[in-house]
Every structure is written in C-alpha cells, then in structure tokens.
C-alpha cells in the first residue's frame, strides 16, 4: 500500500521461504489499522495474498520477524496493549495456509519494555527468541507443543 511521510520509517521487512511458498511480515502506517502485517504468495511471489493484521487488539504493533520451523511458519513480534509498555506475541500458521493463530504472549519477564525480537527456528521445531529488553538484550528457547 502506498506510504507516504516525510521521513525515513527504518521499520524491518521479515520474508521466510520453503519452495514456492512465501510470507512476509511488515510494519505499515497505510492500513487500517495501522501496524504489522503478514502476506502469503504460494506461486513464488508471482501473487500475493490481501494483507492481515497480526494483532488487531493491541495499540501498537511493529517489528514482525518470520521464519519456518519445518512446515509451521512462526511470527514473533512487538506490541503494546493498551498503555502498557511493549511486550512480545507470537502466532503461527501451518501446511501453506495463509491464516495464522491468534496472538499469543511469549513467556519473557515483566516489567520494562520487550523490543525488536528476532528469531530463528532449531531442528526440533522450537524457535529462539532474541530480543532487547530495555538496555539489555536476552534470549529464550521456546517450544510450542500444540502445534500440528
């Protein structure tokens, strides 16, 4: 969608591929409502899903981070609910579909602000989780165990 401000955003762009299959994750000030977003192309970025919001409930969303865990595409992102400072969510789709679960609140302390995740899959299908919180930066394994 077409964005224009006067300024330069630096929000980060996350893509994860396995064959013809793509997602990519993104922050935009040009839906409604603002905030981080995920596409799908199963044809190898020849078309493109309409694009859905990661978290409709939270006052803010932004830095969306992607990647595939076998045949679960993860996404790990920033918001904040309410007035309350940034917190990390997850959510997940499987087998090509382009529907990912609803949010959810990764397992990180309270208390201060959980920024800029990032994220990469391990072979048994558990992600690690990166991310700065406040002036420290901290990392946690985290395996989902209801996933298909």
Request: neutral net charge; proline residues 7%; glycine residues 10%.
């Amino acid at each position: 969608a077409r964005w224009e401000i006067n300024g330069c955003p630096r929000k980060p762009t996350s893509v994860a591929t396995r064959g013809k299959q793509l997602f990519a994750a993104y922050y935009s000030g040009a839906e409604t409502p603002d905030g981080a977003y995920v596409t799908h192309s199963s044809d190898g970025g020849l078309t493109w899903s309409k694009p859905a919001a990661l978290h409709t409930g939270a006052t803010r969303s932004d830095a969306p981070t992607l990647t595939f865990a076998g045949d679960v595409v993860h996404a790990v992102w920033q918001a904040r609910i309410g007035d309350g400072g940034f917190r990390l969510f997850t959510s997940h789709t499987a087998h090509g579909s382009p529907q990912f679960s609803l949010p959810e609140a990764l397992p990180i302390p309270d208390g201060g602000s959980a920024r800029l995740p990032a994220i990469a899959a391990h072979q048994d299908g558990s992600l690690q989780i990166v991310w700065q919180h406040d002036s420290t930066i901290r990392s946690l394994r985290w395996a989902r165990v209801d996933l298909p």
